[in-house]
């Protein structure tokens, strides 16, 4: 199984700042990563695939890099409704695909 | 817009078997892509449980291979999860979700059902 751990566990940055998060996994996974925002109460909503292809009505502000073991959501100005929990996802291991443990984003 | 909505009992007994509906509105589950249920708890974050294509082919998730079950209904335009001798660790919000399917690897999941919580309970 490939393990994709996430940090930090919580991110604390103001609004208009800019908030970078990390994942990483075990083995590569080529650009085959997706990011997840989820907010309280909700389903998790898909923001990038494809490691850096952003999903359909998702901001510019939201961007994702990386490739192999290391990737990057990068979230360029911060607004109020940007805080929540993200996780990423890795899709290289059919059928067995696997999450991180995600990322609390914060007001500080 | 593609649209996922869960149904089923939120209280499940210790040994019973958990069962799930999800309805699909603004897609036609027979045109393609692949279904699936993703499992959430506080103590082990997010879980893929299983996926079905449209056709009927099916992939659980290892851990729970003896117990779970993912079946297709088109004529409702509807997918089912059943999870049998379930247990406290089964406690979760489930999730039916659609999966994008990348040839040669694997899928995420593009779509998604607001949540069914499903409590294990005597």
């Known amino acids: 199984e490939i393990v994709m751990t996430q940090s930090p566990a919580t991110l604390s940055v103001s609004l208009g700042e800019r908030a970078t998060l990390s994942c990483r996994a075990s083995q590569s996974v080529s650009s085959n990563l997706a990011w997840y925002q989820q907010k309280p109460g909700q389903a998790p909503r898909l923001l990038i695939s494809?490691?850096?292809t952003r999903a359909t009505d998702i901001p510019a502000r939201f961007s994702g890099s990386g490739s192999g073991t290391e990737f990057t959501l990068t979230i360029s100005s911060l607004q109020s409704e940007d805080f929540a929990v993200y996780y990423c996802?890795?899709?290289?291991?059919?059928?067995?695909?696997?999450f991180g443990q995600g990322t609390r984003l914060e007001i500080k | 817009q593609v649209q996922l909505q869960e149904s089923g009992p939120g209280l499940v007994k210790p040994s019973e078997t958990l069962s799930l509906t999800c309805s699909i509105s603004g897609y036609s589950i027979s045109a393609g892509y692949y279904w699936g249920w993703v499992r959430q708890s506080p103590g082990t974050g997010l879980d893929w449980v299983a996926i079905i294509y449209h056709s009927g082919t099916t992939y659980y998730n290892p851990s729970l291979q003896s117990r779970v079950s993912i079946s297709v209904d088109a004529a409702k335009n509807q997918f089912s999860l059943r999870l049998s001798a379930v247990t406290a660790a089964d406690t979760a919000v489930y999730y039916c979700a659609r999966a994008k399917y990348i040839s040669g690897f694997g899928y995420y999941f593009d779509f998604w059902g607001q949540g069914s919580l499903v409590a294990v309970s005597s």
């Open positions: 494809g490691a850096s």
């Open positions: 996802q890795q899709y290289n291991n059919w059928p067995a695909i696997t």
